[in-house]
C-alpha cells in the first residue's frame, strides 16, 4: 500500500481493509472518519486511498481505514485485508460523500472491475504442518484455479449463501457425524430443513459452536469421542462459554464429519484435539493434557449455530465465488475434501506421537479430572525424570492461569509473484486473532 508492504490477517468475515501507521505521505486523506465495529473490539480511522499491489495486481487507487495503533502494543500483523462478499463500511461512506467514487469499494471487488474478463471468484488452500520437513503451502489464488484441483471444479456443485443476502460467506451443515453416528445437533432458529447455519470464519484457529452442539460431539451418547470427558472450569463465569472444555485423550483419532450438501468434509483427528496450552489450569502444569479444538461460543448475537475456522478450512480446497461484479449478484461458496481419513489417522499418530516426546508425561482424560478434583494419580509410566518412582502425587488445585501463550494465532499474508503464501504458528493453543466480526 503506497509502495510499502505489509502483512496483514486475511479476514473472510469482513469487507473492509485497514493498517495500522502508513505514513501519511504515502497516501492520499480522504478525511472521513470511519469505525469498524468488531464484537470484541471497535477499530476507527481515518479513509485514505493509496496504490494498492497483491503480487503482480495493482489498483491505482484503492481505499482503506488508516488506523493508529495504541502505546505499548506489539501485533505480529499491519492490519486486516477483507475478503467477505457484503458491503464495505468504508465504501458507504466514500460513495454516499460522492457518488460514483469507487475507491472505497473492497479490494476484490475492485480487482474483479478492472479485469472484466476475469473470473469473480478467490481461492483457499491451507495445507497442513506436520512437521519441519513437509511444510505446509497455503495459498491465495485469485480467479484462478489450482492446477491440482483444475479437474475436480469441472461441473462442481456450489453451497449456497445461507441465509440469502447475509453479506458473509455462510452456508448450512445438515449434519455431523462422529465414528460414522449421526449426532443430535439442531439449530437455534428450530428449523432443522434449513441445518445449522455455518459461517466461514479464516480469523480463528478451531472451530466454534453452541454448547449444545459442543456436547453432541464431545460429550453424548454413542456418537460421542471416546473417553472425552467433560470439565466445568470454576474460574469463568457461568456465562461464560470457556468454562466449557472436554479432554480428550492425546492419541484419540476421532472421524467427525461435517455434511455440506453435496460435500463431506472429513476433519483430520489433529484438527479434532489439541494439546491443551491456553488457560490451561495450574493445577496440570506438570503433566500434558489434550482438549477439545471444536470450542463453545456464545453466538446469540448472530445468526449462527456454527463457525468454521482454520480447523475446517484446511481439510478442503475452498472457492469463494461473488457471482458477479454487481452489489445484488448472488456470492456461492465450492468446497473439494482434501483429508483421506485413513491416511489422516495414520499421519495424527505420528505427529502427535512425535510432539508428545518432548513434552511432559501425557495422562488421561480420567487421571486429568482426578488432579481437578484434588485427589492423587499414579505417576504416568512415560514421567520426566523429575517425577519420584510410582508414588501417588496431590498436586494442590490453582485457580490461576499456567501455560497462556502470547503470541497471536494469526494469518500472514506473505506476497509472491503469483502467489500469497498464508501463515499460521503452529504450536498448539496460541491465541486467535480477535478480529471475527460475527464470531465471538
Same mark, same amino acid.
Given at each position: 500500500m503506497g509502495g510499502k508492504g505489509y502483512n496483514v490477517v486475511l479476514d473472510l468475515t469482513s469487507s473492509d481493509t485497514w493498517l495500522y501507521d502508513v505514513p501519511e505521505r504515502d497516501y492520499d486523506n480522504l478525511d472521513f472518519e470511519v469505525t469498524i465495529d468488531y464484537q470484541k473490539e471497535a477499530i476507527t480511522g481515518t479513509v485514505g486511498a493509496a496504490e494498492f499491489e497483491l503480487g503482480d495486481?495493482?489498483?491505482?487507487?484503492?481505499?482503506?481505514?488508516?488506523?493508529?495503533?495504541?502505546?505499548?502494543?506489539?501485533?505480529?500483523?499491519?492490519?486486516?485485508?477483507?475478503?467477505?462478499?457484503?458491503?464495505?463500511?468504508?465504501?458507504?461512506?466514500?460513495?454516499?460523500?460522492?457518488?460514483?467514487?469507487?475507491?472505497?469499494?473492497?479490494?476484490?471487488?475492485?480487482?474483479?472491475e478492472q479485469d472484466q474478463g476475469a473470473p469473480t471468484f478467490f481461492t483457499l488452500s491451507l495445507g497442513r504442518n506436520l512437521d519441519s520437513d513437509t511444510p505446509a503451502r497455503p495459498t491465495l489464488r485469485i480467479s484462478e484455479h489450482d492446477p491440482e484441483f483444475q479437474d475436480d471444479m469441472e461441473d462442481r456443485e456450489a453451497l449456497q449463501q445461507v441465509p440469502p443476502d447475509s453479506g458473509d460467506w455462510s452456508t448450512s451443515v445438515r449434519g455431523v457425524t462422529v465414528n460414522g453416528? $449421526?449426532?443430535?445437533? &439442531?439449530?437455534?432458529? =428450530?428449523? %432443522? +430443513?434449513?441445518?445449522?447455519? $455455518?459461517?466461514?470464519? &479464516?480469523?480463528?484457529? =478451531?472451530? %466454534? +459452536?453452541?454448547?449444545?452442539?459442543?456436547?453432541?460431539?464431545?460429550?453424548?451418547?454413542?456418537?460421542?469421542?471416546?473417553?472425552?470427558?467433560?470439565?466445568i472450569d470454576p474460574r469463568f463465569s457461568e456465562t461464560d462459554p470457556d468454562r466449557i472444555v472436554y479432554i480428550v485423550p492425546c492419541n484419540a483419532t476421532p472421524k467427525v464429519e461435517f455434511f455440506l450438501p453435496p460435500e463431506t468434509i472429513t476433519l483430520h483427528p489433529l484438527d479434532v484435539s489439541e494439546v491443551w496450552t491456553q488457560n490451561k489450569p495450574a493445577t496440570l502444569r506438570d503433566y500434558t493434557v489434550c482438549r477439545n479444538t471444536i470450542r463453545a461460543a456464545n453466538l446469540d448475537g448472530t445468526p449462527y449455530d456454527i463457525v468454521l475456522g482454520a480447523a475446517f478450512l484446511r481439510n478442503t480446497y475452498a472457492v469463494f465465488d461473488f457471482g458477479g461484479r454487481g452489489r445484488n449478484d448472488k456470492p456461492f461458496m465450492q468446497l473439494v475434501p482434501t483429508t483421506n481419513s485413513d491416511r489422516a489417522n495414520e499421519e495424527a499418530i505420528d505427529s502427535r506421537k512425535r510432539m508428545l516426546e518432548n513434552m511432559p508425561p501425557t495422562i488421561s482424560p480420567d487421571d486429568?479430572?482426578?488432579?481437578?478434583?484434588?485427589?492423587?494419580?499414579?505417576?504416568?509410566?512415560?514421567?520426566t525424570e523429575s517425577a519420584q518412582?510410582?508414588?501417588?502425587?496431590?498436586?494442590?488445585?490453582?485457580?490461576?492461569?499456567?501455560?497462556?501463550?502470547?503470541?497471536?494465532?494469526?494469518?500472514?499474508?506473505?506476497?509472491?509473484?503469483?502467489?500469497?503464501?498464508?501463515?499460521?504458528?503452529?504450536?498448539?493453543?496460541?491465541?486467535?486473532?480477535?478480529?471475527?466480526?460475527?464470531?465471538?
Open positions: 495486481r495493482k489498483i491505482d487507487e484503492q481505499g482503506f481505514l488508516a488506523v493508529r495503533k495504541p502505546e505499548d502494543t506489539d501485533f505480529l500483523y499491519n492490519g486486516v485485508l477483507g475478503l467477505a462478499p457484503g458491503n464495505s463500511e468504508i465504501d458507504d461512506v466514500v460513495w454516499e460523500a460522492d457518488d460514483g467514487d469507487t475507491r472505497g469499494r473492497p479490494v476484490m471487488r475492485n480487482l474483479f453416528e $449421526a449426532t443430535g445437533v &439442531s439449530p437455534k432458529s =428450530g428449523n %432443522s +430443513a434449513q441445518g445449522l447455519l $455455518a459461517l466461514f470464519d &479464516s480469523t480463528i484457529r =478451531g472451530i %466454534s +459452536a453452541s454448547p449444545a452442539i459442543i456436547d453432541e460431539i464431545y460429550g453424548r451418547g454413542v456418537s460421542k469421542i471416546k473417553e472425552a470427558k467433560p470439565f486429568a479430572l482426578r488432579l481437578l478434583r484434588g485427589e492423587p494419580i499414579e505417576t504416568p509410566s512415560n514421567s518412582g510410582n508414588q501417588p502425587q496431590m498436586v494442590p488445585v490453582a485457580p490461576v492461569i499456567g501455560g497462556v501463550l502470547g503470541a497471536c494465532g494469526a494469518i500472514f499474508l506473505a506476497i509472491g509473484a503469483y502467489r500469497y503464501f498464508w501463515y499460521t504458528p503452529e504450536e498448539e493453543g496460541a491465541d486467535t486473532v480477535p478480529l471475527a466480526k460475527n464470531a465471538a
